[in-house]
């Protein structure tokens, strides 16, 4: 079974969103077995859907379709469905129902725009909506499934991971896609090529490597697709063994794993607690960690000391030190590392002290210069980092950077070699 | 001039990479005035890619196409243009010797793998690349042109601003496309719709609205195109003042504005400073904050206090205050907020203290539980919010009605009614 994913919208067509839906529906199906040959956008312009759900028709046996069908005036798709569909809306009493107490709860009253949500195209099997008012529609035309829902992403997935999973793995009939990433930090792209040239030679022929770098991360994703799902990730995973033993000091994770999320389990595992001093970072550090459920366990919290005063203040640094060596300085960031863990009381420890840019930049210390420092029971570690010219990538790049140090410092059996440094130029 | 964006990879078609370069492309060619009928999405496969280059070409005069130019083998764009444009792969010393400048200036040598990337369609003009190794491609056939960039996001947007917005803009041909977007908080789509009804059904016909609801934002598009440019502008800044007028207590700002960055332009104004003292927004508030260019002039720092020793410790909150309210109660958080202001000695300041989930709720304070206070020197206000069950949801919900407090606070102006209550709930 072949899938293809159309999104309706000009707010996508025109760059103001981002097309979040497309990419969570590709990931579900692909769990389930079913492949997405292609994704489409068009605008919420009548002639355009029903041409575009008649072309996708044509080269997939199963067309996902999310947006326009909210309540609004630009809402068009359910017209154009009944267009589609040679079909007519009825009012659906169930759908009512499931509106009516969706705003009850919220001690609301039905709206006369909401009402109309209930109207749903005959031929359609409903697919109920508890975060909103739009319910999914189940279509079919020929042999052809056709899969309506709103475009807003929490109601969308919630519809797909409570109701519609088992019904998508039915359609896949058996057969299996197998997706496997390894995770690394702190080299580019082409010299991790290199590195793993004689392996990717070597690979199977069903096995297809994918390269995909992201600020501060490469990862590399390993696919295959067939009947016999124990063979394919038994294929996958002695090919992932292999990759991993050739290059273990660059390697943090797996798959969808964040790197904070990694940080979380060894510190569970050691009883270990965490605080972070930002400057640069901003408290994004602090964010990413408090992003993972659960984070509160080990976390204690952070102190963003964007400002030398609150260096001075909340975390004890003496104004001679900072005037002496500068806030983006191995001393300072080293003294905010020791300072915020013992403040905190926790075991270990991230500080970042930087300068992000646009502006702040010197000919000696450049937008982009960033020193990061570790602190655990055994003392501290600081790297001099040299970012670009972007502020929000410069951003991201230390925390990430911050965030693997912590992890090679907490986890130290995978530094074989201490080859960071030429890595982090690239 | 139409045009189709397509992105190419594999990436993107199993859910891996959410596809931001296609929103870039689409805001910059609406802002030179192109529009976009059609983005589509196709895997790294010669067969996939080739049919949709020809199917683009037949419905578009400019097809725009990312990905699949790296310098690995899973990138096989150039081979398929080589067959597509019936030309052949030419090597191009201005690229070898950007390449070689690129890698000598990270204290690298040119590797192999790189210096393959000087090949190079003979038909094609080649777009140089300052951030990394595989230079764009703007190719004919016939009267389409067809322009290929690397999937990298920050390569292709530089690519894109500093050397082929001149020549998209002329490609144009004086039509002009305008957007403008309200910007609304505190308020759901659908009560919003039914307050602006009679201005939506006055609204004259070349101008069209969206709604675009985000968590905790609404955003309500205007949007127009026609070769008068001024008069475009006339037409929809005439029918925002009106909308404008209509909800004055919902507006905060417009177009791509942050609510960070109204907020610093306020403080800046006033010559004020800020200060956060967060618990479950985790620092969440000081990343969006300090993610703001120059945010430093105005923001001092925060207290990500997510243990509640960090509350006593840092923020100086009395044991039993904490134990008598616990932490998400409006005693706490008021504290926090003239806490972290006194301490961070800052004009005025946010804390929030909830409950993001998925754990830590109880009956009386289930999941989505968060109060919010803002301080000024005027005192202090504070909210009791209930969000929802999702974790990330709530983090940005809580953030987005933070600020919106704060700016309230700073600028009561707009402050017409209160009948946030109502609103929040929807």
Request: net charge neutral; with cysteine; hydrophobic share 45%.
């Amino acid at each position: 079974m072949l899938a293809e994913i159309i999104s309706i919208g000009d707010e996508i067509l025109i760059g103001q969103t981002i097309n979040t839906n497309a990419g969570f529906l590709a990931s579900r199906l692909n769990a389930t077995g079913i492949a997405v040959g292609r994704v489409s956008v068009v605008g919420d312009q009548a002639e355009q859907i029903r041409e575009m759900l008649g072309e996708a028709g044509k080269r997939a046996g199963l067309v996902v379709v999310t947006g326009g069908l909210g309540p609004t005036r630009d809402d068009i798709t359910k017209a154009v469905i009944c267009d589609f569909f040679s079909t007519r809306l009825v009012f659906d009493e169930t759908v009512l129902a499931d509106n009516t107490a969706f705003f009850a709860r919220r001690g609301l009253e039905l709206t006369e725009l909401n009402r109309r949500q209930a109207f749903v195209p005959e031929s359609a099997a409903v697919i109920r909506n508890p975060f909103g008012t739009a319910p999914g529609l189940w279509m079919e035309k020929g042999s052809i499934i056709y899969l309506f829902m709103p475009g807003v992403p929490h109601e969308m997935k919630h519809m797909v991971d409570s109701t519609l999973l088992p019904r998508l793995k039915a359609l896949a009939g058996g057969h299996h896609i197998v997706h496997k990433t390894l995770l690394t930090q702190g080299i580019g792209e082409s010299f991790l090529a290199d590195l793993i040239a004689g392996w990717e030679e070597a690979l199977p022929s069903g096995l297809k490597l994918a390269y995909l770098p992201s600020p501060g991360i490469v990862k590399l994703r390993l696919s295959a697709a067939g009947p016999d799902e124990v063979m394919l990730h038994r294929q996958i995973d002695r090919a992932m063994e292999e990759l991993r033993a050739l290059i273990p000091q660059y390697v943090w994770g797996e798959d969808d794993q964040r790197l904070e999320e990694v940080i979380g389990q060894i510190l569970r595992g050691k009883g270990m607690s965490l605080s972070t001093a930002e400057s640069c970072t901003g408290g994004y550090i602090a964010h990413r960690i408090t992003s993972v459920p659960g984070s509160s366990a080990w976390f204690r919290g952070s102190v963003v000391a964007y400002d030398n005063e609150v260096k001075t203040g909340l975390l004890g640094l003496s104004p001679a030190l900072l005037q002496k060596h500068g806030a983006v300085s191995r001393e300072v960031v080293e003294c905010m590392a020791r300072e915020v863990r013992l403040r905190l009381g926790t075991d270990a420890s991230i500080a970042v002290s930087g300068i992000a840019g646009p502006d702040g930049g010197t000919p000696g210390k450049p937008v982009g210069t960033v020193w990061i420092a570790v602190a655990g029971a055994e003392g501290v570690r600081s790297k001099l980092f040299r970012f670009g010219d972007e502020r929000e990538r410069n951003i991201v790049r230390a925390a990430i950077a911050a965030l693997g140090m912590l992890k090679n410092m907490l986890d130290p059996s995978d530094e074989k070699q201490d080859n960071l440094t030429q890595a982090n130029k690239a």
